[in-house]
């Protein structure tokens, strides 16, 4: 685990393997979120990017017998 250090200016740097393991670029956009005791950074991605990510997902619904 990394430990990071924030600057006089709140500034944080993200570690080379964290950027490279998640693909992040220079100018990629993270939304913030505070979540109880912890901030956590999402990269925000191109909608086209997702295409496929769920490929072979089962989308069948169990219904009850009246719902058919």
Same mark, same amino acid.
């Given at each position: 685990? #990394?430990? %990071?250090?924030? *600057?006089? $200016?709140?500034? &944080?740097?993200?570690?080379? $393997? ?5 693909? /992040? $670029? ?5 939304? &913030? &979120?505070?979540?109880?005791?912890? %901030?956590?950074? %999402?990269?925000?991605?191109?909608? $086209? *990017? /997702?295409?496929? *990510?769920?490929?072979?997902? #089962? ?10």
């Amino acid at each position: 685990m #990394d430990t %990071i250090k924030i *600057s006089p $200016k709140y500034q &944080v740097v993200i570690p080379r $393997k964290v950027r490279e393991a998640m693909d /992040l $670029k220079p100018g990629t956009r993270l939304q &913030v &979120v505070q979540f109880n005791d912890r %901030i956590e950074l %999402i990269p925000l991605r191109n909608v $086209k *990017s /997702l295409r496929g *990510s769920l490929a072979g997902l #089962d989308t069948r619904v169990p219904r009850d017998d009246d719902r058919v």
